[in-house]
């Protein structure tokens, strides 16, 4: 169609063209005769310009005028009027002009301005700039219709001209005329002429009309040439630019807008790349408040900036024609200019967003209301960075938000940022600021899942953009470190460290401004100085000339340090000058043929020099030469190290650690000590003679005589150094690291120590731990500590041997850890206030005392005063399920009461956990062994054992134990990163510094691989308690039971389901990386079932899984067992894309454990603070995940608690066997919690409802209403101050959301359903007069728990008596509602009278013809009514507001 249009229009004007030229080369060809100046005189044209005070020049000169404009326009007009021609003259007047014009000089002359005339007279009456003469003719309104129709038939002539004469354009210049005349006399019709021009010009000439449209024509016109220009715009796209300009001029209706806009939204995905940013204008500027969500969101969906942009690909194989081919020079620039009409889409959007509120606010809610990460575009992260550059109507804040929301729930991942910088970063850069404070507001935020995706900002605006920018990255990353906060500098040293390995020569520039962070090492843990020297290290001492300047610094640091005296900074000295031995000693990759595989003999000797500065720093304190063999071991694990530099340190560690603690062993030991001495735990029978020994007594011994010389002052100088067992196990995890990389992992060479005696005491001396002095038992204190960590680093040692001697004797160390503990518990008990010896020496203090006496003290102070060691061994598996930990191996007593329980917690040995050794998650490996149950012992135990390696079920629980404390530690998310007040951080991390070293996702798979292990040993705890309840026919605490045994198989079969647990509930399961992990995981609990294949969904495997572990539920030994049984499922499920599926499964399991009568091995109930927090938990999931709560609230508040009622003091309900008086509170309280939970998600009531769906909504809120009156008024009978402050705190809650949700459902259905409003308002006035009289009871009692409670109670109620009123006056039965005066009264409904005022107002809205009702009193309605009702309840509200306040 537009073609055709086109064709015809050509063939139109070709007549005119050719009669042009024609008369164009008469007049130029009649020009040099100078025959027309005189024509033109005589003509009237001529004349009546000429009397007005016009000059017509000629040979190019511009016309000159002697009077004003309008002077000259009145006189033209006089002429023409008074002329006796008129109107005749008119026409006359116009033919003269368009003769006059014929001349194309002539032309342009009139259509050029004209220039006043240098008359001195008239000088002052002429202003300097004039209009042209064709412009100053179309001011008279009589010529101006003639005037335009001649203009618009000779622009025809000129259209094809381009611009001639000196650069001008004609065509345009007539154009120019037409615009902002001071009056159009008929407008209609000029913009009929001008839109046929529009159909017969060429393009230049099209736009050059359309967009001069707005300036020529009247309001009248605007919406009738928009919707032509809206046509034209469907059927040519190159005129898109020039009318969306017009549009954007033309004052249109709102609906014509709406159109034009959808039109334009319709075709934008076939826009000109470079008429882009014109669209995304005009879109934006023409959106109104109520049309700006559905407008933006629209937009959003329909521009695809992704196709704006080559890929990096492409534009490489650009470049590279173009540097082949001159060809190639047009895409490239065409690439090059792509970035630019992407930068100025967005500069249209902000611009957009700067002056119109709603727009921000339409961008937020569009990006905001993106629910699948497939949708989110590169366009949403650059509307973000947008809002928050404007902060136009404080869209920063909002920007901030709504990005940390999208990174939060894992809509906007790291995919789509990479995307964006690698595609956009020209654009981005521009940018940069907000990327900058996006990244560092996303690293400050303590929640977690948002801080990586602010560290992947940092590196990839480092690697996309310049050195400006990447040197503001660096700050930026230096600040954070400095900020002391511990999750942000994790984070950021973590950036630094992998931008130093991925980009080192550029890193290398801004050295200086990571040895900033030297000025703040107070601040930062010792896993953080080690990864700042690591980082620093590595740039000094790399491959980068420009990080060298940084050395000599590097070394006057370390320097200072390792001279300190305080052991804080002595300790700084070490880390980073072991992490700078790793750099300089590093193993260089293939390099220059001469030096390829080995150091420089300068760089050995500067690594040797090193080395022993450290050394001989850290000889005078024992704390620091054990640190220091620790770090040089960390060093040796993690790092590739010169084999020179290997070999020197493997060979001095060997020699000196057989002379400072190996011993030959002979038949007496020498030497007088506070014990005697004698050699133990030997495994090695036929070297009974001969043999070595780990010299740990007389070491001891002499370490304490030491100490005691030098607090006498006596013998200071008499040794220089002085072999402390405190360095025995860090030294010896050091020689066996360096004994593995030189050899391979294998330990030959030293797999004597494995079985080798140490010299000890004999360990009956704790038989005697009473009769010992305190000094003897603090000996003995720390020579079981010093054994036991010698053992925990034998097992860390030696874990991954193949041989079955070597595994034997690993199982036998174990075994002699747990019974070790067993004694130091013991001795612990009777040694209140001691402090152990360090065992991790890069802790916040070296000496661990300011940390960890203040915990330690309190425990054994409490535990000293009724000292009773048997009693204090019992496991803690019945009062402390969820920490059956440490005391696995102790010997059980009959159980006591619970002050000797709690007595007992006191040396549990967990208080204890800083002062041992880690063990490596190696360690763990050793589950894989079979389980030995001790009912299964018989006197082949000795064959048995010789014939397989088999784990105890003491060492299970010791290793479980540790594998809880490192899941927690590593795989459970912390809730918050920000630094306390009161700095415990040492607490937390102290005994995991190599765990540290570790990533979550190492943990989480080395996890899965135990898999099969953990599951066998769950499957034989099961058997076992199976068994015994077959033996004892299903009773707990048969005769058969052995209680010790029953204890430590509970606490193993409990630590496995939460081991399991942890694994499962690792957030970084739900990363997109980690599926087939958690696959894999899933495929081996469900294989465990049934045989599946690979093919199997998550779904199925789920199914699976969750089929296997139910199976355990018939042999659960206690409450806390079930619940983490329980907890585990949930865990399970939620894997799944149908977590709902198996609500009804766990909720029906939960119910069947507390439907359970829970004893304890020794016959007793199951009681204590423990199981009341497992069964809170447990009655939680049970109400969270059944389907009905409010019916299941009233089965347990109806039934059970009625029973419970009706018996005797220690019974427990019938149908609910875990509720008795003692864990009524529980109940209560949750009962209350999820009561008032469920009522928060009733849907609110609308106007819109049906009637049916009114009837459901109110029936639901008279369920809950019921279920509200049954347990506030369980306050009757159960008075006790915790369940008032239960009753109180839910009731206002509840109260709240019926206020909220409940009301307006009344309002809507009051007039369809009075009955059922009535009956349901009468029942929740009887709840609201009992919370009314537990205010009362609270004021009276001045409990000031409770009454803390009162005033927002109080307000409620009050707010409820006006929203009741409100509800009456909205259905016209107002004159139902009245008030009276609602007597204070207590719990037991007797008045109160000590207050002035005897009552406080109330009120009633029942329905009409409630005048009948009873008095005032009875019909009242809610208890803090001071609503008005006169002078008395003012008098009333005052008084109650006092007596709130105090």
Same mark, same amino acid.
């Given at each position: 169609?537009?073609?055709?249009?086109?064709?015809?229009?050509?063939?139109?004007?070709?007549?005119?063209?050719?009669?042009?030229?024609?008369?164009?080369?008469?007049?130029?060809?009649?020009?040099?005769?100078?025959?027309?100046?005189?024509?033109?005189?005589?003509?009237?044209?001529?004349?009546?310009?000429?009397?007005?005070?016009?000059?017509?020049?000629?040979?190019?000169?511009?016309?000159?005028?002697?009077?004003?404009?309008?002077?000259?326009?009145?006189?033209?007009?006089?002429?023409?009027?008074?002329?006796?021609?008129?109107?005749?003259?008119?026409?006359?007047?116009?033919?003269?002009?368009?003769?006059?014009?014929?001349?194309?000089?002539?032309?342009?002359?009139?259509?050029?301005?004209?220039?006043?005339?240098?008359?001195?007279?008239?000088?002052?009456?002429?202003?300097?700039?004039?209009?042209?003469?064709?412009?100053?003719?179309?001011?008279?309104?009589?010529?101006?219709?003639?005037?335009?129709?001649?203009?618009?038939?000779?622009?025809?002539?000129?259209?094809?001209?381009?611009?001639?004469?000196?650069?001008?354009?004609?065509?345009?210049?007539?154009?120019?005329?037409?615009?902002?005349?001071?009056?159009?006399?008929?407008?209609?019709?000029?913009?009929?002429?001008?839109?046929?021009?529009?159909?017969?010009?060429?393009?230049?000439?099209?736009?050059?009309?359309?967009?001069?449209?707005?300036?020529?024509?009247?309001?009248?016109?605007?919406?009738?040439?928009?919707?032509?220009?809206?046509?034209?715009?469907?059927?040519?796209?190159?005129?898109?630019?020039?009318?969306?300009?017009?549009?954007?001029?033309?004052?249109?209706?709102?609906?014509?807008?709406?159109?034009?806009?959808?039109?334009?939204?319709?075709?934008?995905?076939?826009?000109?790349?470079?008429?882009?940013?014109?669209?995304?204008?005009?879109?934006?500027?023409?959106?109104?408040?109520?049309?700006?969500?559905?407008?933006?969101?629209?937009?959003?969906?329909?521009?695809?900036?992704?196709?704006?942009?080559?890929?990096?690909?492409?534009?490489?194989?650009?470049?590279?024609?173009?540097?082949?081919?001159?060809?190639?020079?047009?895409?490239?620039?065409?690439?090059?200019?792509?970035?630019?009409?992407? +930068?100025?889409?967005?500069?249209?959007?902000?611009?957009?967003?700067?002056?119109?509120?709603?727009?921000?606010?339409?961008?937020?809610?569009?990006?905001?209301?993106?629910?699948?990460?497939?949708?989110?575009?590169?366009?949403?992260?650059?509307?973000?960075?947008?809002?928050?550059?404007?902060?136009?109507?404080?869209?920063?804040?909002?920007?901030?938000?709504?990005?940390?929301?999208?990174?939060?729930?894992?809509?906007?991942?790291?995919?789509?940022?990479?995307?964006?910088?690698?595609?956009?970063?020209?654009?981005?850069?521009?940018?940069?600021?907000?990327?900058?404070?996006?990244?560092?507001?996303?690293?400050?935020?303590?929640?977690?899942?948002?801080?990586?995706?602010?560290?992947?900002?940092?590196?990839?605006?480092?690697?996309?953009?310049?050195?400006?920018?990447?040197?503001?990255?660096?700050?930026?990353?230096?600040?954070?470190?400095?900020?002391?906060?511990?999750?942000?500098?994790?984070?950021?040293?973590?950036?630094?460290?992998?931008?130093?390995?991925?980009?080192?020569?550029?890193?290398?520039?801004?050295?200086?401004?990571?040895?900033?962070?030297?000025?703040?090492?107070?601040?930062?843990?010792?896993?953080?100085?080690?990864?700042?020297?690591?980082?620093?290290?590595?740039?000094?001492?790399?491959?980068?000339?420009?990080?060298?300047?940084?050395?000599?610094?590097?070394?006057?640091?370390?320097?200072?340090?390792?001279?300190?005296?305080?052991?804080?900074?002595?300790?700084?000295?070490?880390?980073?000058?072991?992490?700078?031995?790793?750099?300089?000693?590093?193993?260089?990759?293939?390099?220059?043929?001469?030096?390829?595989?080995?150091?420089?003999?300068?760089?050995?000797?500067?690594?040797?020099?090193?080395?022993?500065?450290?050394?001989?720093?850290?000889?005078?304190?024992?704390?620091?030469?054990?640190?220091?063999?620790?770090?040089?071991?960390?060093?040796?694990?993690?790092?590739?190290?010169?084999?020179?530099?290997?070999?020197?340190?493997?060979?001095?560690?060997?020699?000196?650690?057989?002379?400072?603690?190996?011993?030959?062993?002979?038949?007496?030991?020498?030497?007088?000590?506070?014990?005697?001495?004698?050699?133990?735990?030997?495994?090695?029978?036929?070297?009974?003679?001969?043999?070595?020994?780990?010299?740990?007594?007389?070491?001891?011994?002499?370490?304490?005589?030491?100490?005691?010389?030098?607090?006498?002052?006596?013998?200071?100088?008499?040794?220089?150094?002085?072999?402390?067992?405190?360095?025995?196990?860090?030294?010896?995890?050091?020689?066996?690291?360096?004994?593995?990389?030189?050899?391979?992992?294998?330990?030959?060479?030293?797999?004597?120590?494995?079985?080798?005696?140490?010299?000890?005491?004999?360990?009956?001396?704790?038989?005697?731990?009473?009769?010992?002095?305190?000094?003897?038992?603090?000996?003995?204190?720390?020579?079981?500590?010093?054994?036991?960590?010698?053992?925990?680093?034998?097992?860390?040692?030696?874990?991954?041997?193949?041989?079955?001697?070597?595994?034997?004797?690993?199982?036998?160390?174990?075994?002699?850890?747990?019974?070790?503990?067993?004694?130091?518990?013991?001795?612990?008990?009777?040694?209140?206030?001691?402090?152990?010896?360090?065992?991790?020496?890069?802790?916040?203090?070296?000496?661990?005392?300011?940390?960890?006496?203040?915990?330690?003290?309190?425990?054994?102070?409490?535990?000293?005063?009724?000292?009773?060691?048997?009693?204090?061994?019992?496991?803690?598996?019945?009062?402390?399920?969820?920490?059956?930990?440490?005391?696995?191996? +102790?010997?059980?007593?009959?159980?006591?009461?619970?002050?000797?329980?709690?007595?007992?917690?006191?040396?549990?040995?967990?208080?204890?956990?800083?002062?041992?050794?880690?063990?490596?998650?190696?360690?763990?490996?050793?589950?894989?062994?079979?389980?030995?149950?001790?009912?299964?012992?018989?006197?082949?135990?000795?064959?048995?054992?010789?014939?397989?390696?088999?784990?105890?079920?003491?060492?299970?629980?010791?290793?479980?134990?540790?594998?809880?404390?490192?899941?927690?530690?590593?795989?459970?998310?912390?809730?918050?990163?920000?630094?306390?007040?009161?700095?415990?951080?040492?607490?937390?991390?102290?005994?995991?510094?190599?765990?540290?070293?570790?990533?979550?996702?190492?943990?989480?798979?080395?996890?899965?691989?135990?898999?099969?292990?953990?599951?066998?040993?769950?499957?034989?705890?099961?058997?076992?308690?199976?068994?015994?309840?077959?033996?004892?026919?299903?009773?707990?605490?048969?005769?058969?039971?052995?209680?010790?045994?029953?204890?430590?198989?509970?606490?193993?079969?409990?630590?496995?389901?939460?081991?399991?647990?942890?694994?499962?509930?690792?957030?970084?399961?739900?990363?997109?990386?980690?599926?087939?992990?958690?696959?894999?995981?899933?495929?081996?609990?469900?294989?465990?079932?049934?045989?599946?294949?690979?093919?199997?969904?998550?779904?199925?495997?789920?199914?699976?899984?969750?089929?296997?572990?139910?199976?355990?539920?018939?042999?659960?030994?206690?409450?806390?067992?079930?619940?983490?049984?329980?907890?585990?499922?949930?865990?399970?499920?939620?894997?799944?894309?149908?977590?709902?599926?198996?609500?009804?499964?766990?909720?029906?399991?939960?119910?069947?454990?507390?439907?359970?009568?829970?004893?304890?091995?020794?016959?007793?109930?199951?009681?204590?603070?423990?199981?009341?927090?497992?069964?809170?938990?447990?009655?939680?999931?049970?109400?969270?995940?059944?389907?009905?709560?409010?019916?299941?609230?009233?089965?347990?508040?109806?039934?059970?608690?009625?029973?419970?009622?009706?018996?005797?003091?220690?019974?427990?309900?019938?149908?609910?066997?875990?509720?008795?008086?003692?864990?009524?509170?529980?109940?209560?309280?949750?009962?209350?919690?999820?009561?008032?939970?469920?009522?928060?998600?009733?849907?609110?009531?609308?106007?819109?409802?049906?009637?049916?769906?009114?009837?459901?909504?109110?029936?639901?809120?008279?369920?809950?209403?019921?279920?509200?009156?049954?347990?506030?008024?369980?306050?009757?009978?159960?008075?006790?101050?915790?369940?008032?402050?239960?009753?109180?705190?839910?009731?206002?809650?509840?109260?709240?959301?019926?206020?909220?949700?409940?009301?307006?459902?009344?309002?809507?259905?009051?007039?369809?359903?009075?009955?059922?409003?009535?009956?349901?308002?009468?029942?929740?006035?009887?709840?609201?007069?009992?919370?009314?009289?537990?205010?009362?009871?609270?004021?009276?009692?001045?409990?000031?728990?409770?009454?803390?409670?009162?005033?927002?109670?109080?307000?409620?109620?009050?707010?409820?008596?006006?929203?009741?009123?409100?509800?009456?006056?909205?259905?016209?039965?107002?004159?139902?509602?009245?008030?009276?005066?609602?007597?204070?009264?207590?719990?037991?409904?007797?008045?109160?009278?000590?207050?002035?005022?005897?009552?406080?107002?109330?009120?009633?809205?029942?329905?009409?013809?409630?005048?009948?009702?009873?008095?005032?009193?009875?019909?009242?309605?809610?208890?803090?009514?001071?609503?008005?009702?006169?002078?008395?309840?003012?008098?009333?509200?005052?008084?109650?507001?006092?007596?709130?306040?105090?």
């Amino acid at each position: 169609m537009m073609r055709k249009k086109r064709h015809s229009s050509v063939e139109k004007v070709a007549g005119t063209t050719a009669a042009t030229k024609a008369k164009k080369s008469r007049n130029s060809s009649r020009q040099p005769k100078e025959a027309a100046p005189e024509e033109a005189s005589e003509t009237a044209f001529a004349t009546f310009v000429k009397k007005a005070g016009v000059s017509l020049k000629h040979n190019g000169a511009s016309h000159e005028i002697a009077v004003d404009q309008v002077v000259f326009q009145k006189r033209i007009q006089q002429q023409l009027q008074k002329s006796p021609r008129y109107p005749d003259i008119l026409k006359e007047f116009i033919t003269d002009l368009e003769a006059y014009i014929e001349n194309p000089d002539r032309f342009r002359n009139c259509l050029l301005p004209c220039i006043p005339q240098p008359s001195e007279a008239d000088v002052r009456s002429v202003s300097s700039f004039q209009e042209s003469l064709i412009r100053m003719l179309l001011g008279i309104e009589m010529l101006q219709t003639l005037i335009i129709s001649t203009l618009l038939e000779k622009l025809p002539e000129f259209m094809f001209d381009g611009a001639v004469d000196g650069g001008l354009n004609i065509p345009r210049m007539i154009i120019n005329q037409l615009k902002w005349l001071d009056r159009v006399v008929d407008t209609k019709e000029l913009a009929v002429k001008l839109m046929e021009l529009v159909s017969v010009a060429p393009v230049e000439v099209q736009r050059d009309i359309i967009t001069s449209l707005p300036e020529i024509l009247e309001d009248s016109q605007h919406n009738d040439i928009a919707r032509e220009l809206n046509a034209l715009l469907q059927e040519n796209t190159q005129l898109t630019v020039p009318i969306l300009d017009a549009l954007s001029s033309l004052n249109l209706s709102s609906s014509l807008l709406t159109e034009v806009r959808e039109a334009v939204m319709a075709t934008l995905a076939a826009v000109q790349l470079e008429d882009l940013p014109v669209v995304v204008k005009f879109i934006l500027h023409s959106v109104s408040a109520s049309n700006a969500y559905e407008v933006v969101s629209n937009l959003r969906q329909k521009l695809e900036l992704e196709q704006c942009v080559l890929p990096p690909a492409l534009q490489a194989s650009q470049i590279r024609m173009k540097s082949k081919s001159s060809a190639g020079s047009a895409s490239t620039a065409a690439s090059g200019n792509s970035q630019d009409s992407v +930068t100025l889409v967005l500069d249209c959007i902000k611009s957009a967003v700067r002056f119109q509120k709603t727009i921000s606010e339409a961008w937020l809610k569009a990006i905001e209301s993106v629910d699948d990460v497939e949708d989110h575009k590169v366009l949403d992260l650059l509307v973000l960075f947008i809002l928050h550059c404007t902060n136009a109507n404080q869209s920063r804040r909002g920007a901030e938000r709504v990005l940390k929301l999208k990174v939060r729930t894992g809509l906007m991942q790291e995919a789509l940022l990479q995307k964006t910088f690698r595609d956009y970063s020209q654009v981005m850069r521009g940018y940069f600021p907000s990327i900058l404070a996006l990244a560092q507001s996303l690293v400050r935020s303590p929640d977690p899942c948002v801080v990586p995706f602010g560290g992947q900002m940092y590196r990839h605006s480092f690697t996309a953009f310049d050195s400006y920018c990447q040197q503001e990255v660096v700050g930026s990353l230096v600040t954070h470190v400095c900020s002391g906060v511990s999750g942000e500098v994790d984070v950021a040293l973590e950036l630094l460290c992998s931008l130093v390995m991925e980009r080192p020569s550029e890193m290398a520039l801004y050295a200086v401004f990571v040895k900033g962070i030297l000025d703040y090492l107070d601040n930062l843990t010792p896993q953080q100085i080690r990864r700042l020297f690591h980082l620093l290290s590595r740039l000094a001492f790399g491959q980068q000339e420009q990080g060298s300047q940084i050395q000599d610094d590097m070394h006057i640091v370390i320097r200072k340090q390792l001279s300190s005296t305080v052991p804080k900074y002595k300790r700084i000295g070490i880390i980073g000058a072991v992490m700078i031995v790793g750099s300089m000693g590093a193993l260089r990759p293939k390099g220059k043929e001469s030096q390829s595989s080995s150091l420089s003999q300068e760089t050995l000797r500067q690594v040797t020099a090193l080395l022993e500065l450290v050394k001989s720093s850290s000889e005078s304190s024992p704390e620091a030469a054990a640190l220091y063999y620790d770090e040089l071991a960390n060093l040796i694990w993690s790092s590739a190290l010169d084999p020179q530099v290997e070999e020197m340190i493997g060979m001095s560690v060997l020699d000196d650690f057989q002379d400072d603690f190996v011993v030959d062993l002979g038949p007496d030991i020498a030497g007088s000590f506070i014990f005697p001495a004698c050699a133990m735990y030997n495994l090695e029978e036929d070297e009974s003679q001969g043999g070595i020994a780990i010299n740990l007594l007389p070491l001891l011994a002499k370490e304490t005589q030491n100490k005691g010389e030098q607090q006498s002052q006596i013998g200071k100088q008499k040794q220089q150094k002085l072999v402390s067992p405190l360095c025995l196990s860090p030294f010896f995890r050091l020689l066996r690291l360096c004994e593995e990389k030189r050899h391979q992992g294998d330990l030959e060479e030293i797999d004597a120590l494995v079985g080798c005696p140490l010299i000890l005491t004999n360990m009956d001396v704790v038989d005697k731990v009473d009769s010992l002095s305190k000094a003897e038992r603090e000996f003995l204190c720390t020579l079981l500590f010093h054994t036991i960590n010698w053992f925990r680093e034998v097992v860390n040692a030696f874990c991954k041997q193949k041989e079955t001697e070597m595994k034997m004797k690993v199982m036998t160390r174990l075994q002699n850890i747990t019974f070790l503990q067993m004694l130091l518990e013991r001795v612990l008990a009777g040694t209140p206030g001691y402090m152990p010896p360090v065992s991790n020496f890069d802790g916040e203090t070296t000496d661990g005392i300011s940390f960890s006496v203040p915990v330690n003290k309190a425990k054994k102070d409490r535990t000293g005063k009724k000292r009773k060691a048997p009693g204090k061994n019992a496991p803690e598996g019945v009062s402390q399920p969820e920490e059956a930990t440490e005391a696995d191996e +102790t010997q059980q007593e009959q159980p006591e009461k619970e002050k000797e329980k709690e007595n007992r917690l006191g040396v549990s040995l967990t208080a204890y956990r800083p002062f041992f050794r880690e063990l490596d998650m190696e360690v763990l490996s050793v589950l894989q062994c079979g389980l030995l149950s001790r009912s299964l012992l018989d006197s082949e135990l000795h064959t048995k054992v010789q014939e397989e390696v088999v784990l105890g079920p003491t060492e299970l629980v010791f290793l479980l134990e540790d594998m809880q404390h490192k899941l927690e530690f590593s795989l459970t998310a912390a809730p918050a990163k920000r630094a306390p007040f009161l700095k415990m951080r040492a607490d937390k991390t102290v005994g995991f510094s190599h765990l540290q070293q570790r990533s979550a996702k190492d943990i989480a798979s080395y996890c899965v691989q135990l898999l099969p292990a953990l599951c066998s040993h769950l499957e034989n705890c099961h058997n076992h308690f199976q068994t015994l309840l077959s033996e004892n026919n299903g009773i707990v605490d048969g005769p058969s039971t052995d209680v010790e045994e029953h204890q430590v198989m509970s606490s193993g079969y409990q630590l496995l389901l939460q081991v399991i647990n942890t694994t499962f509930s690792w957030s970084g399961f739900s990363q997109p990386g980690q599926r087939s992990l958690l696959k894999k995981a899933l495929g081996l609990l469900a294989g465990r079932l049934k045989e599946g294949g690979p093919e199997l969904t998550l779904e199925q495997l789920v199914k699976h899984s969750f089929e296997y572990l139910l199976n355990f539920r018939s042999t659960m030994p206690s409450l806390s067992t079930a619940l983490c049984l329980s907890q585990l499922l949930s865990t399970v499920s939620e894997k799944g894309g149908n977590p709902g599926a198996y609500r009804e499964q766990t909720a029906s399991l939960a119910r069947r454990f507390l439907n359970q009568s829970w004893v304890t091995a020794s016959g007793e109930k199951e009681r204590g603070g423990k199981f009341n927090e497992a069964l809170h938990t447990l009655l939680s999931i049970y109400l969270e995940h059944v389907d009905d709560v409010l019916k299941a609230v009233e089965e347990i508040a109806g039934e059970g608690i009625t029973e419970l009622i009706n018996t005797s003091k220690d019974e427990s309900s019938a149908s609910w066997p875990t509720l008795n008086r003692q864990t009524f509170l529980v109940f209560y309280k949750v009962l209350m919690g999820e009561l008032e939970k469920a009522a928060r998600k009733i849907p609110a009531g609308k106007m819109s409802d049906s009637s049916e769906a009114q009837s459901e909504k109110l029936l639901t809120w008279n369920l809950a209403v019921r279920d509200f009156h049954i347990l506030v008024n369980l306050v009757k009978v159960f008075d006790s101050r915790p369940v008032l402050n239960v009753s109180l705190k839910y009731g206002r809650l509840f109260l709240e959301s019926f206020l909220k949700l409940g009301m307006p459902l009344l309002d809507y259905s009051f007039k369809r359903h009075k009955e059922d409003v009535q009956s349901l308002l009468k029942t929740f006035q009887l709840s609201t007069r009992q919370l009314h009289h537990m205010c009362g009871h609270s004021k009276i009692h001045q409990d000031t728990s409770l009454t803390n409670h009162v005033p927002a109670v109080k307000k409620s109620l009050e707010l409820f008596v006006y929203r009741v009123k409100a509800m009456l006056t909205l259905n016209n039965c107002q004159e139902a509602f009245w008030m009276g005066n609602l007597k204070n009264r207590n719990l037991k409904g007797e008045e109160i009278l000590s207050q002035r005022s005897q009552g406080s107002d109330d009120d009633d809205e029942e329905e009409e013809g409630n005048q009948e009702l009873p008095p005032p009193q009875e019909q009242s309605d809610d208890e803090d009514q001071e609503a008005d009702s006169g002078e008395n309840s003012r008098i009333s509200r005052r008084e109650d507001s006092t007596e709130d306040s105090d």
